[in-house]
């Protein structure tokens, strides 16, 4: 899936260093819709929003989810600026608005970095006119995009998918960014991470926006590093039509094969946050079933994910499944813990309320693996939910205790 | 309050070794009341209950309060240790029981240390008898107490207090126990932390129940390391009424110089255990003010002090605000971020919604002392809460990282 990326037509898009970031790293990056795009999106449900999430969100309403332009910046987050930051984000809409040749409605805007300085808004200004001819629509361009927008990650993250509709084949790829200050949760109830998503699929906005609903719960509301919710998490989703495979009905196969595509492209996107989490090795998935409900699932499994006693553990690949019942146990979830059952990476090692004997061993390598899954049965219910996480590394500490002086 | 202890007339106390711990570091911990002394206590509200746990409610129910001696060892939680480790845990009430001439009912049990491992009952039985005639009641044995409850800790902790009543000295004193898996909660809604006091003090056990009920709210429930709530934590307040200073209306000037006097000692040994956090150098206050309701203000005290961004920016003495904003923002409390203000260690970094510019040397400075406090005001109405925890170091993944293998 991520070995030749599938892109999608309708879209030029490129990124390129403008001087935010005192290392000279790439920190612009756009995206050109050659005509109106529909749009769906998703925002941080943090009480404190950015102001170009603020903007964004307006842009999408006043432009009712038709929209041509994406313009995005790392290094600076734009947020806790007050009104200078929300004339910097408006003046970023415009700068993109007057080069493209469309209202400011219709440019979505976005920011990632640190958060309460003023952002050098004029340094962008300056750098858009030139970069707009530059941009592209093959590998290179999306690869260029992928890299603009990146703060502590040590890679981009790219993902696509294709798929037949209506006898025709829709594209869909996505670039994603985020490292730390990991926990999405746009559904209501609550990352920076930043996700773009571009389609040629023909789809009008309400329909591309219950596409975006049905998979957001399963991919990226279901990756935490950190547990720390971002003030400018943001997904938007642009589809072009160009494929001109129409998608008109949210109970036509075509779209719920569509779903299917954004959710893996989704997924993918996601599980490559959690891989580039900040100082971590490891990919855990938790698979949590026999909750009373769905709900509770999700609320043991993200007590787990966020548990500093067992992310430490996870970090030294230590079977010490009683860190993570101990986590279980204060989730607020009613279940018995004398039923319960615990398997970590194949190894069970809980079963009805028993420790079991098992080999350390085999267990702490299967804990070494970049990827692996623990499974945890509370015996009470058919709820099931799955979350992915990495370890709480000292490398995490180092990353965060001297990131911003 | 933590030089000369002013120790209650009526017990005899002391600890040593038995064998649990490899290390030959002190395991086993004793407490016996010359008569039936009137008992309070709290316990974990974790749905996973070690043994030990089960066992003391039981036994306090069946006693009515009025008991006689305390077991605790430590090495090992006797948690998730199924039908044995309820027998080991009454096996441990029963030889105390035996060698002090009272009923098992009477005796106070508690385990820490680690989960799912059988606990070697049969050397804490072996250890009693011998023990027992060697309990004191000065300082040196109450600091063999105070010595025998530890696992993680870096160093034991005492505190303990004086009051007048009728006419009469009353002596309360304390030690506890706690380092890593430290969030108590025990008032509803929810570490592994133990602590036991002592007074002197003639007091009912539902008088004594209702001091322990006023004070535990604002000091070991609002102190946290890492939001782990054990499946042990346990307080035990014994009273002898050896100093014959009778209580005997929750009304009366008596009971609120006792209550004061029992918050101080439990506030001393909460903060000692934040000072001795795994891997910790700060102690830092959380004063959250301006919030709608006290309980509002709680949550977003609770959500900073968690949030491992916020934690491992308090380890590198850097002002990041912004980290303490945003994890306000994700706190489930309505407030408006453009009218919210914070100060670190005595320095105004973000008034009503905009950033202040301040000297970043001296507020890193400031935040490079052993103790100081945030304050974070909401103004969105009265509503205050006080929270103190330590930061998210190195030192504490390495602990926690191979604290089992």
Not at 231 to 249: E, P, Y
Request: proline share 5%; with cysteine.
């Amino acid at each position: 899936m991520n070995g030749t990326l599938l892109l999608p037509r309708g879209f030029r898009f490129g990124g390129a260093s403008c001087g935010l970031k005192r290392s000279g790293a790439p920190d612009l990056a756009l995206v050109v819709a050659n005509a109106t795009a529909s749009v769906a999106a998703a925002f941080t449900s943090n009480l404190v929003r950015a102001a170009p999430v603020v903007v964004s969100e307006d842009h999408l309403r006043r432009s009712r989810g038709r929209m041509r332009a994406i313009i995005v910046n790392s290094g600076n987050a734009n947020c806790c600026t007050g009104a200078a930051g929300l004339a910097a984000a408006r003046r970023m809409a415009r700068a993109m608005a007057d080069e493209v040749g469309c209202r400011p409605e219709e440019v979505f805007v976005c920011s990632t970095g640190v958060i309460g300085k003023p952002l050098k808004v004029e340094k962008i200004v300056a750098a858009v006119p030139a970069l707009l001819p530059a941009l592209g629509s093959g590998p290179e361009a999306f690869a260029a995009l992928s890299r603009g927008i990146l703060t502590t990650d040590t890679r981009s993250k790219t993902a696509s998918a294709s798929v037949r509709i209506a006898g025709r084949t829709v594209h869909i790829a996505g670039c994603t960014k985020g490292a730390g200050m990991i926990a999405p949760q746009f559904l209501p109830p609550h990352a920076t991470m930043l996700a773009f998503l571009l389609t040629d699929a023909a789809i009008s906005p309400p329909l591309l926006r219950r596409a975006l609903a049905a998979v957001i719960g399963t991919t990226f509301d279901s990756i935490t590093v950190d547990g720390d919710t971002s003030t400018n998490d943001t997904v938007a989703l642009f589809a072009s039509g160009a494929s001109a495979a129409r998608i008109s009905s949210a109970r036509s196969a075509g779209f719920r094969r569509f779903v299917r595509a954004l959710e893996r492209v989704c997924r993918s996107l996601a599980l490559q946050i959690v891989a580039d989490g900040e100082g971590a090795r490891h990919v855990i998935g938790i698979d949590v079933r026999g909750a009373s409900d769905a709900r509770s699932a999700a609320a043991v499994a993200r007590t787990i994910a966020h548990s500093p006693l067992v992310k430490t553990a996870l970090a030294g690949a230590d079977p010490n499944w009683g860190r993570i019942l101990a986590a279980a146990g204060r989730a607020g979830v009613p279940f018995d813990p004398a039923k319960a059952s615990i398997t970590l990476a194949g190894v069970p090692v809980f079963r009805r309320g028993r420790p079991l004997p098992f080999d350390e061993r085999t267990a702490h390598a299967g804990m070494g693996r970049h990827e692996y899954t623990m499974h945890v049965d509370l015996a009470a219910g058919r709820g099931r939910a799955r979350m992915w996480t990495c370890e709480l590394s000292e490398g995490y500490v180092r990353i965060n205790a001297d990131y911003r002086t």
